[in-house]
């Protein structure tokens, strides 16, 4: 009897997991029903629920093989199907092949990284990913129809959106360092300015909750591409 609670704690970071998958089909529904503002938060939504699988299962010390397996294609749907419908039948659609294409490649594309980040996980640097995470790359889409569909931007503007989600699709099969984020120095050296900076960031998500996430992914998306910009000329020279 007393082994019973211990084994359903298992249970837990898998109910996390599946929340992932079913905000992920609700999306799709949501995007299928023409209703695209909640199609994209419910993403978003999927972006919590996956961070906080991997946490509890690392606190109650119940992380499995099974669950790193149910994790990967509950990012497939989440941040792979899911996003990629959004994409097309928000102006996808308007393109015909076009839009078949871009939204084909990010999902095909976020496969490769999910099967690749599993294949490198345990030699790959612990403080940066290899390539736009999908969940990043979801979001980042999610928050880019939110901004056009609250200003109106697709009617006119529709293809920019094609062509960034594009350059995401192919940002994620890269070879670009993204920072991961998971060995921040909490000492108490840098814990004043952590503070600072979190707090300006709450400011201003408080304050314009789509521009202020939307500046956060972008800036994060280009750090990366900047970044390998600048290195690329001193690796050239090493060579």
């Known amino acids: 009897m007393r082994k019973t609670p211990t084994k359903l704690i298992y249970i837990l970071p898998n109910l996390f997991t599946a929340a ?8 799709i529904i949501s995007a299928v ?23 509890v ?32 039948m928000f102006v996808g659609f308007e393109f015909g092949r076009f839009g078949i294409v871009t939204s084909a490649l990010f999902v095909i594309f976020g496969a490769i990284r999910l099967a690749r980040f599993n294949v490198m996980t345990s030699s790959s640097e612990p403080s940066v990913f290899i390539g736009v995470p999908i969940p990043t790359a979801a979001v980042f889409v999610s928050l880019l129809v939110l901004l056009f569909n609250k200003y109106n931007f697709h009617i006119d503007y ?28 909490f000492t108490p050296k840098h814990a004043m300015k952590f503070f600072i900076t979190i707090l300006l960031i709450l400011f201003l998500i408080f304050m314009y909750p789509i521009e ?22 001193k690796r050239v020279i090493k060579k």
Not at 159 to 172: E, P, R
Not at 212 to 230: D, Q, T
């Open 20 to 27: 992932s998958i079913f905000s992920g089909v609700f999306s």
């Open 33 to 55: 029903n023409g209703n695209f503002e909640k199609a994209a938060w419910l993403i978003m939504l999927s972006l919590i629920f996956d961070g906080l699988d991997g946490r």
């Open 158 to 185: 529709g293809i920019i959106i094609m062509f960034l989600a594009i350059l995401v699709s192919i940002l994620m099969i890269s070879n670009i360092r993204y920072p991961s984020f998971k060995k921040i120095d």
């Open 212 to 233: 202020g996430f939307s500046f956060i992914f972008i800036v994060y998306i280009l750090y990366g591409i900047i970044r390998a910009m600048i290195l690329l000329p």
């Open 57 to 88: 299962a690392r606190l109650t010390n119940t992380c499995s093989k099974f669950g790193v397996e149910f994790d990967s294609l509950a990012d497939m749907v989440a941040f792979g199907v899911a996003p990629a419908f959004l994409i097309y």
